[in-house]
C-alpha cells in the first residue's frame, strides 16, 4: 500500500472552499433550454383541427376536443386538441408533424396544482403560465418535412407543343406515381367539409393507396356519378383546405379520382348497375337538362328505384359542362364511358325533347316529381359601343358549337373580354386554331375568377395578358375590328369589398384584331316556367331559389345545377342533384307516399 | 440435499428488487455460508413494460421515442440501433452531417455514463463523494443534451433518416467548454478514486472475469476489454463515422473490478478526444432524409440485425417487417443478458456478501436490457 492512496482522496476536501455545482432550487431555477419540450401550446388562430397531432401521438396523450369559441367551418373541423399529461411523454412528434406549425412546446418544465384534473388541458383555450414564452419547441419543417412535402408532379404535355393541337393537355399518373401521391394524405378529412357534394376522400384515397382501384371507383359513386369529369375539370375545393397544403403542397386529389376512373375501361361494370336497383318502383320523376345536376339526380333516383326521365333539348346530351370545355382539358371521348353507367342504372334519356311552359305543367301533375337543372344557356350581354358589329362574338356560345373542328374562323388575332374559366378556354380554344390571342381584363390576374391552373397554362402558353384595362368601344378598321380600352388602378373598396378598378388616366390605347369574344358570364332563360309556377317561386337575377333539399317551395318542384344560386361548378350541380334525389326519396314534400 | 442450498448450513437472502445497491430492477436470491456466498440466482420481471411487444403495436415512426426508454443512463444507443435497422430495411441514405452528429451524440452519452459509472464504482463501496462527483459530471453533459435535443434524459433526438434538428448555434463550443471543465477536473477524480488505497483494497483482484470465459460466454465491452480482449464494435464493424475516425481500442489485462473501472476512465479520456475530432471534422449539408407520410409509412419485408457499442458493450437490433404499417418484431439483445445472469450467477460463487454490489456494478448490469 502506497502512502499516497491513503492521502490522495482527502484531497477532496479541498472542494468545501469551493462553489459548488449544484443548484441551490427552489431560490435558483435552471430555465429550460430553447429547444426545451416542455408544455404544450396551441395556436388557435393556426389550428385547423385536422387531428394529426392526435394520430401520430404513441401514448394516445392528446385527444380532439369540441371547444366553445371554436365552431367547424370549411377547413377547420373546429376541435382542439386536449393534451393529457398523465400520458404524454413529450417526445413532439405531434409538434414536427402539425400541418400547420400550430402547436409547439414551451420551455416550462414545472408546474404545480392541487387538481389532478387540470392535467388535462386544451391548449390555447385554457390560459397557462407558459403560453406567451418564446422559448421551446417548435416545428421545423424546413428539416424533416413532416408536416408538409411536396406534391408528385403531374405528367403534361409541354406548353409549346400542345398549342398546336387539341390533345389532352394533362397526362395522367402511372400507378407508382399514384400511390406515393395519395399515400400523402394525413386521413384528417377536412376535405370532406369542403366538397360539396363531400366525397369520401380519405378512404378512396387509401384505396388508391392500396392498389385498389375498383373499391376507389365505387367509393366516387357513392357521392358522385360523374367522377372522371371532376376528375379533370373539378374546382377541387377540397383541394385548397388540405392539412398538407399549409407547409407543403395540397394532395392531388383530382388527378387520383381521375387516375383510379382511367384504370377502367367501363365503369359500369365495376358498379355492376345493370343488376337490379336497391328497389324498384318507388314513382316517376322528370328531369330537365342533362347537364351534371341532372345526370346526378337521374342516377341516384334511378338506383334508388325510381323511374328517371331526363329531358334535354339537345341531340346528344350532356349540358354545358361537356360541350363548353374544350377537348384539350374535356376529351370528348370520355363522354360514352361515363353515359353508360347511367344508361345501365336505368335512367331514360329523351334527347332532342324541348321542354316548354305546356310540358312542365304536365309532368308536375304526370310525374311525382320534377327536377329543373336547365343550366344557364344565355350569354350576359355587354354594353360598350361596338358590340353590334360583326366579329363581336359570344364566347359562350362559341365553345358550345365545337370550335375544335376549325369550321369556325376567328381570324389571326383574337380579343377575348373577360377573366372566367369561359374567358380561358376561348383564349386557349383560339390559341390552338392558330390565332394571337389577346385576354382583356378589369381587374387583376388574381382577382381573375379561373381557375387558377388554367390562367396558368394560359400563361405558358404565351398568351397576351391584359388585366386592369378598362374596355371602351370596337369600332370597325377596315376589314378588321379596333378595339380601344384605358388603364385601370386599383382603388380599395372601403366597405371590406373587393378592390374595384378605376380608371387611371384620359389615353386611349387601341389594338386591331380580327375576331371579339365576350366572356363576361352567362345567365339562364327561364322562358319554359309556366307562369302559374314561376310567380310561385322565388326568382332572383335569374336565378330559383331552393332550400337546403333543393326544394322551390312549389309543390313536387325541385331545382339544382347553375340554375339556382351557388358555386356554379360542376361538383356544386352533382351534389345539388343527390340532395334533390334524396329529398325525393324521403318524399317530404310528395303527394304520392313513397315508401 | 444440494450442499449450496443446505437451510441448515446457509443463510438464505434476496437483494433487492427494492435495494439501492442493485442496479436497476433487479433481484440477486443468495445462499450463503458466513460472508461466503455458496449459490446466486438472479431474478428479472419487475420491469413489467414489454418494450418489443408495444413496438408491435406501433408505426414505425412512434416507435423511435419509445425505444430510448430501454436505457435511462444511455438512451441512445437505442435510437440508434433502431434508426440504423429501419433505414437498412427501407433503403433510406442519411445524409453526411446527420451521421456525424449522430456519432457526437453516441460518444457524449458514452462520455456522461462513463463519468457516472466510474464515480457509481466508488459509491459502492462506500465512498459516496466519487458517486456524487460522476452524478454532478455527467450532468455538465445533460445540459448539452438538453440545448441539443430539449430533453435532458429521453433525448429522442437520432430518428430514422437522420436526426430531428441541426446543431444549435454555438453548441460546438459549448461542447468544448464542458470538456475543458470536466477534463480539469478530472485529475482530482482520479485521485479521489483510483488512488485510493480503499477503493484499490475492495477491487483488486475481486470480481475475477477469467479470460477463457470471454468467448463462452459472449462477454462484451468493459467486461470483456477488463480481462484484455479487444472487442469493440466501433472498430469491428464500424457503424456511422466511426469508421473515418482513428482511436485504439482500450484494453487491460487485470480481470478484476478495478481494471473494469480504469476501463471506464480510460474511455473518459477517449471519448472527450473524439468528440474533439468530431467537432473539427463536422461536415455541413442537410440533417434529415425526407420520409414519406408517417402514418402510412410502410416498409419493405425483411429482417436485419444491427448493432452499436454500447457504454456496456454490443447492443443490437433483430428488426423484422412484414411490409405492414408496423414492425413485426423487434428484438432487444443487450449485453446485461450474458452479464446479469450467466456470468453475475457464476462470479458471485465465492464471493463476500459485501462485494455483491460492488460486482453487479462493475458488469453495469442493466435490467430493462433482460426485461425487454
Known amino acids: 500500500m502506497k502512502f499516497t492512496d491513503i492521502v490522495s482522496p482527502f484531497l477532496a476536501w479541498s472542494r468545501a472552499a469551493k462553489k459548488a455545482d449544484t443548484i441551490p432550487y427552489p431560490q435558483k431555477s435552471n430555465p429550460g433550454s430553447d429547444r426545451y419540450r416542455g408544455f404544450h401550446r396551441n395556436d388557435l388562430d393556426k389550428c385547423i383541427g385536422c387531428g394529426r397531432c392526435e394520430e401520430i401521438c404513441q401514448n394516445l396523450a392528446i385527444g380532439m376536443v369540441q371547444v366553445e369559441d371554436s365552431q367547424p367551418v370549411k377547413g377547420d373541423s373546429g376541435l382542439r386538441p386536449l393534451v393529457d399529461y398523465g400520458r404524454c411523454c413529450w417526445c413532439a412528434l405531434c409538434i414536427d408533424v402539425c400541418s400547420t406549425g400550430s402547436l409547439s412546446l414551451s420551455n416550462s418544465y414545472s408546474w404545480t396544482t392541487y387538481n389532478a384534473d387540470t392535467c388535462a388541458y386544451i391548449p390555447g383555450t385554457d390560459e397557462k403560465a407558459w403560453d406567451h414564452t418564446p422559448k421551446g419547441y417548435s416545428q421545423d419543417n424546413s428539416i424533416l418535412k413532416w408536416a408538409g412535402s411536396p406534391r408528385v408532379s403531374m405528367p403534361a404535355a409541354r406548353p409549346d407543343k400542345r398549342v398546336d393541337s387539341f390533345e389532352e393537355v394533362i397526362r395522367g399518373y402511372s400507378p407508382e406515381q399514384a400511390a406515393i401521391e395519395a399515400a400523402r394524405c394525413i386521413q384528417c378529412g377536412l376535405c370532406v367539409t369542403a366538397c360539396p357534394a363531400h366525397m369520401h376522400i380519405p378512404e378512396y384515397l387509401r384505396a388508391i393507396a392500396d392498389g385498389d382501384y375498383a373499391g376507389a371507383v365505387k367509393l366516387f359513386f357513392d357521392n358522385n356519378p360523374l367522377p372522371e369529369m371532376c376528375g379533370k375539370v373539378c374546382t377541387r375545393e377540397c383541394e385548397s383546405v388540405c392539412a398538407m397544403g399549409y407547409q407543403g403542397e395540397a394532395i392531388a386529389i383530382r388527378w387520383l379520382k381521375r387516375f383510379a376512373c382511367e384504370q377502367f375501361e367501363s365503369l359500369s361494370d365495376v358498379l355492376a348497375v345493370d343488376e337490379k336497383p336497391l328497389e324498384q318502383g318507388r314513382g316517376k320523376v322528370a328531369i330537365i337538362g342533362t347537364g351534371p345536376a341532372g345526370l346526378s339526380a337521374a342516377y341516384y333516383l334511378s338506383r334508388m328505384g325510381f323511374e328517371a326521365h331526363v329531358f334535354d333539348k339537345d341531340e346528344e346530351g350532356g349540358g354545358v359542362a361537356q360541350h363548353a370545355i374544350p377537348e384539350y382539358r374535356l376529351p370528348a371521348a370520355g363522354y360514352e364511358k361515363q353515359m353508360d353507367v347511367f344508361r345501365k342504372a336505368g335512367a331514360h334519356f329523351h334527347y332532342g325533347t324541348e321542354v316548354n311552359d305546356a310540358d312542365i305543367l304536365k309532368m308536375s301533375d304526370d310525374y311525382d316529381a320534377v327536377f329543373i337543372a336547365a343550366g344557364l344557356q344565355k350569354s350576359s350581354e355587354f354594353r360598350i359601343p361596338g358590340v353590334e358589329l360583326p366579329g363581336v362574338k359570344h364566347a359562350f356560345y362559341f365553345l358550345m358549337n365545337k370550335p375544335e373542328d376549325g369550321s369556325i374562323d376567328v381570324g389571326a388575332r383574337v380579343l377575348v373580354i373577360g377573366g372566367g374559366n369561359v374567358a380561358m378556354d376561348t383564349a386557349r380554344t383560339c390559341l390552338r386554331l392558330g390565332s394571337e390571342v389577346v385576354i382583356s381584363y378589369r381587374r387583376r390576374i388574381v382577382d381573375m375568377p379561373a381557375d387558377e391552373e388554367e390562367i396558368e397554362e394560359a400563361m405558358e402558353e404565351s398568351i397576351d395578358f391584359r388585366p386592369q384595362t378598362i374596355p371602351i368601344r370596337i369600332e370597325k378598321a377596315g376589314q378588321r375590328l379596333k378595339y380601344f380600352y384605358a388603364e385601370a388602378e386599383m382603388i380599395d373598396d372601403p366597405n371590406g369589398g373587393r378592390p374595384k378598378p378605376v380608371r387611371k388616366d384620359d389615353i386611349e390605347h387601341g389594338i386591331e384584331i380580327d375576331t371579339v369574344f365576350l366572356a363576361i358570364g352567362q345567365s339562364s332563360d327561364l322562358g319554359f316556367l309556366p307562369e302559374v309556377i314561376a310567380e310561385k317561386m322565388t326568382i332572383q337575377w335569374g336565378e330559383i331559389e331552393v332550400d337546403k333539399d333543393q326544394y322551390t317551395g312549389v309543390k313536387n318542384i325541385y331545382a339544382g345545377g347553375d340554375i339556382t344560386p351557388g358555386a356554379g361548378d360542376i361538383i356544386t350541380a352533382i351534389a345539388d342533384g343527390m340532395r334533390a334525389a334524396k329529398a325525393i326519396r324521403d318524399g317530404g314534400n310528395l303527394i304520392v307516399n313513397l315508401k | ?372
Open chain 2, 1 to 372: 440435499m444440494n450442499a449450496s442450498t443446505d437451510p441448515l448450513k446457509t443463510t438464505h437472502l434476496f437483494f433487492g428488487p427494492q435495494h439501492p445497491g442493485v442496479t436497476g430492477n433487479m433481484s440477486v436470491e443468495m445462499w450463503f455460508d458466513g460472508d461466503e456466498i455458496t449459490k446466486a440466482i438472479t431474478h428479472v420481471g419487475y420491469l413489467h413494460r414489454g418494450f418489443e411487444k408495444l413496438m408491435e403495436r406501433r408505426l414505425w415512426i412512434q416507435n423511435f421515442p419509445l425505444v430510448c426508454r430501454i436505457c435511462v443512463p444511455e438512451p441512445d444507443i437505442n435510437e440508434e440501433c433502431y434508426a440504423l435497422a429501419v433505414e437498412k430495411l427501407d433503403g433510406i441514405e442519411v445524409p453526411e452531417r446527420a451521421r456525424w452528429i449522430r456519432t457526437l451524440v453516441l460518444e457524449l452519452a458514452r462520455f456522461a455514463v462513463n463519468l457516472m459509472a466510474f464515480g457509481g464504482q466508488a459509491g459502492t463501496i462506500g465512498l459516496g463523494t466519487g458517486a456524487m462527483w460522476g452524478i454532478t459530471f455527467r450532468d455538465f453533459v445533460l445540459d448539452l443534451f438538453e440545448e441539443l435535443s430539449g430533453a435532458r434524459v429521453y433525448h429522442m433526438y437520432i430518428q430514422p433518416g437522420g436526426v430531428r434538428r441541426d446543431l444549435p448555434e454555438g453548441f460546438e463550443k459549448h461542447v468544448l467548454e464542458v470538456l475543458d471543465k470536466i477534463g480539469k477536473r478530472l485529475p482530482e477524480f482520479d485521485r479521489l478514486i483510483l488512488n485510493n488505497s480503499v477503493f484499490k483494497d475492495r477491487t483488486v483482484g475481486v470480481g475475477i472475469v477469467k479470460p477463457e470465459w470471454i468467448s463462452e460466454l459472449g462477454l462484451v465491452g468493459p467486461v470483456a476489454r477488463g480481462s484484455g480482449s479487444g472487442r469493440d464494435v466501433r472498430k469491428d464493424a464500424p457503424y456511422e463515422a466511426y469508421g473515418e475516425l482513428d482511436f485504439d481500442v482500450v484494453t487491460e489485462q487485470g480481470c478484476d473490478i478495478y481494471s473494469r473501472a480504469l476501463i471506464r476512465r480510460r474511455e473518459i479520456d477517449l471519448s472527450m478526444d473524439l468528440i474533439r475530432r468530431i467537432l473539427e471534422s463536422m461536415p455541413g449539408g442537410p440533417v434529415a432524409a425526407p420520409l414519406p407520410n408517417l402514418t402510412e409509412w410502410r416498409i419493405p419485408p425483411g429482417e436485419i440485425y444491427t448493432r452499436v457499442e454500447s457504454s456496456r458493450g454490443e447492443y443490437g437490433y433483430y428488426v423484422v417487417s412484414d411490409g405492414s404499417l408496423k414492425p413485426r418484431r423487434v428484438h432487444v439483445r443487450g449485453p446485461s443478458y450474458v452479464h446479469a445472469l450467466t456470468l453475475l450467477e457464476r462470479m458471485l460463487v465465492g464471493a463476500n456478501i459485501a462485494d455483491v454490489s460492488n460486482i453487479m456494478v462493475s458488469l453495469t448490469t442493466c435490467p430493462p436490457e433482460i426485461e425487454r
